[in-house]
């Protein structure tokens, strides 16, 4: 009689554990749901007729609780993406300085040889890396007054530039759209608080 109910408890257990693992694959498979499967099962699911309102209630909150699980996801993935972002955009700043003060160095560096150079009377030294020399430059023009400069040597340029954000406040304000710009009042954009 005991070997009959630890038989019996023995089977019920190992049909409890087959149970539990035919779940927890279940539970696999709808985790790996991508967000646009998700999103289109939705009206599927619901438009089926075949399906009990209990049970179309029962899919609806397992598809609510993923699409929360997978928002929560993208929303993750977009900050730690921005971060990374700003993060490149701060490297790229401290670069950018560095790489202008080592121009900055190297210029003040050359202006001393050169000096040091034109004081002891010296335009070429040769070395085994190359060769130092002081050769003059092509003739450079300072700008001291403008307006004193004849016209002959001024060129008037014009630049259009198009006020949107006027359109924008006199189409809110009137309603009214000028020729030649098309107002968009559809897109839309995905905002991460």
Partial sequence: MEDDIFALIKEECELDDAW???????????????LYQITNSFPILMENEEISEEDKSKIQEELTLLLQQKSQNIIGYVKNIE????????????ISEQRKA?????????????DCMENNNITKIETSLG??????NPISIEILDENQIPQEYKKEVTEIKILKDKIK???????????GVKII????SLRIK
């Fill in 20 to 34: 539990l693992e035919e779940k927890e694959r279940e539970e696999r498979k709808m985790n790996n749901l991508t």
């Fill in 83 to 94: 971060l990374t972002i700003d993060a490149m955009k701060t490297e790229e700043k401290r």
């Fill in 102 to 114: 080592l121009e900055n160095r190297i210029q003040k560096f050359k202006d001393y040889v050169k």
């Fill in 131 to 136: 060769v130092l020399s002081i050769a003059k």
């Fill in 169 to 179: 406040n006199d189409f809110k304000e009137t309603g009214e759209i000028p020729d």
């Fill in 185 to 188: 009042t559809t897109n839309k």
